[in-house]
């Protein structure tokens, strides 16, 4: 099924069932040389009068490297069928294998950003901001717990600047 572009204020989504419960994958790079990750840490909204999402990801990740050479991003939302991929796409990296193959996807090479024929929904993203999160600035203890490696993320906003939908 093809996708349409529809503007991003029309999405029907709940965001925090979008990214917290049915995941994305975050990919950045160049249609000759990219990766991707799975992610269920983000947001959506505006910022500076623009329509923003924000992703997070930890300078560990092999996506980070991409990430950081980039002018932009997108983030792929797919359905219950595809989370396997998802899965897969979460647990192996891609510095040792191709996991747009292992996973089964079809990337899609358009306009300088890559997505994937599977996703039933797709935000292209051009970075306008990053920062990289700093412990000290945690207001709840608690959230420390979380970087047992130190490998504080690094915050990637990205203006909307096309939303594609498949379906609706």
Known sequence: MPFSELEPGAMVDNPFKLIGSDWMLITAGTPDAFNTMTASWGGLGILWERKVAICFIRPTRYTYEFAERSPAFTLSFFGEKHRKALT?????SGRDTDKVKGAGLTPVKEDG??????????????????????????????????????????MYFGEIVKCLAQGQ
């Open 113 to 154: 950003f890559v997505y994937f024929e599977e996703a039933r929904l797709v935000l292209a993203c051009r970075k306008i901001y990053s920062q990289d999160m700093l412990p000290e600035r945690f207001m709840d203890p608690k959230i420390e717990s979380m970087y047992p490696q130190k490998d504080y993320h690094r």
């Open 88 to 92: 897969y796409c979460g647990t192996h």
